[in-house]
Each structure stands twice: as C-alpha cells, then as structure tokens.
C-alpha cells in the first residue's frame, strides 16, 4: 500500500513538473508550483519526515505562493514570447541531470541497514535523543530542533535575507498600474499612450 501512495505521489509530482514547463500563464503556473509543493510534502510523510514535511507545506505551498501571487499583480500574468529557442540551456540541464544520475548509480540502496550513514550518528540520535531532547518521541523533530538548531537557524535566516531582498527589489522605481485595455485588465509600467487610449475607446 504504501509504495502504491509513493508512485500514485511521484506521478502527480511529474505531471505537475511537466505542466509547470509547457504553461505559458504564469498565474496556473504559479497555483501548479503550490501543488507541487503540497504534493511533495505529501511525500515526506509517506516517508516519516513529518517536520519537514510541515516546513514545505508552510514554505512552498504558502510562503512562496504568496511571493509569487504578489509578484504577479506587479509584472502581469502573462509569459512573453520568446525571441530564441532555449537549445543551450536545455543541453546544459540535460548533461547536468546525466551527470547527477550517473553519480547516484554507486550509491547504496535505499533503506538498507548496512547504508553507511545509518551507523555514523544515526544509532545516537535513535538510542539517545528522546532522553537528551526532553523526552521529544519524534527523532525527526529532536534532531531539527536540537541537534542542528543552529543548521535551522541558519537556513530561516537565509530564508528571511532573501525574503527582504525580493521586497527591496520590488519596492525600487516606478510602481506598475493597472489599465483597461477594452477587454481585460493588464499591468503596465508605463500608461497607455493617446494612440492607444484612442483605439480602447473606438473598440468600447
């Protein structure tokens, strides 16, 4: 049952994935994104990792879709055309993946007890965490909030840093307006010149 919620999990998470890639409007993109997000958190819990689960439901599903939704209101919801066909980025991206892939075939399999990192600190953290982290049942949780505290700390405060840049960067220049071209309602940086005023009120 349980490797039938991984697949069912893992198969969502690659249509989501390919959805994401062949959309053109950034606000189904960005909703996509989100249930990307709460579908890979689903996934942690299948495999006990409760916290961080919480984490990417909380961060990718609603922290950044919110950023993104914010985002959207400035810059529009609208993928421009493209004036190249991305064929380098793609084979960058392609060899990267190869090279990841090929790196992950020496590895041991998953879940195998004799893994080498289940007998460096992992056999502390189970014998040993519910009495040194004031008896906290879950080792996920004793090992984020105690053991790598400062690791956690670290990345909410990378978190944070570039949260605040994103508002900065937003807050400079001219803010964007929204204008009524005659059918639908567009963002702009600039407003709309006389020519095009002129052609709205002719098509209205």
């Known amino acids: 049952m349980d490797v039938a919620v991984d697949i069912a999990l893992l198969l969502l998470l690659a249509v989501a994935a390919l959805t994401i890639i062949r959309l053109r409007n950034l606000f189904g993109a960005v909703m996509l994104a989100g249930i990307y997000s709460l579908l890979s958190a689903g996934l942690l819990v299948t495999l006990d990792a409760v916290d961080v689960a919480f984490t ?3 961060v990718g599903a609603g922290i950044s879709t919110v950023l993104f939704l914010g985002t959207l209101a ?4 609208e993928e421009k ?5 991305p064929i380098i980025p793609f084979f960058v991206v392609l060899v990267t993946g190869a090279a990841l892939v090929y790196g992950t075939l020496d590895m041991p399999p998953f879940g195998d007890p004799s893994n080498p990192i289940h007998h460096h600190v992992a056999d502390h953290y189970l014998e040993e965490s519910e009495h040194e982290v004031g008896h906290i049942p879950n ?6 909030a105690s053991y790598r505290g400062y690791d956690t700390m670290g ?7 570039a949260l605040v840049g994103v508002l900065l960067l937003l807050a400079r220049g001219p803010k964007p307006r929204r204008y009524f071209d005659g059918n639908r ?5 600039d407003p709309p ?3 095009e005023e002129e052609e709205v009120d002719a098509d209205g």
């Open 56 to 58: 990417e439901a909380a």
């Open 74 to 77: 400035l810059v529009g919801h």
């Open 81 to 85: 055309e493209q004036q190249y066909k």
């Open 139 to 144: 080792v996920v949780t004793s090992v984020l």
């Open 155 to 161: 990345e909410t405060t990378v978190i944070f840093t």
């Open 185 to 189: 309602w567009v963002t702009r940086w």
């Open 193 to 195: 010149t006389e020519e």
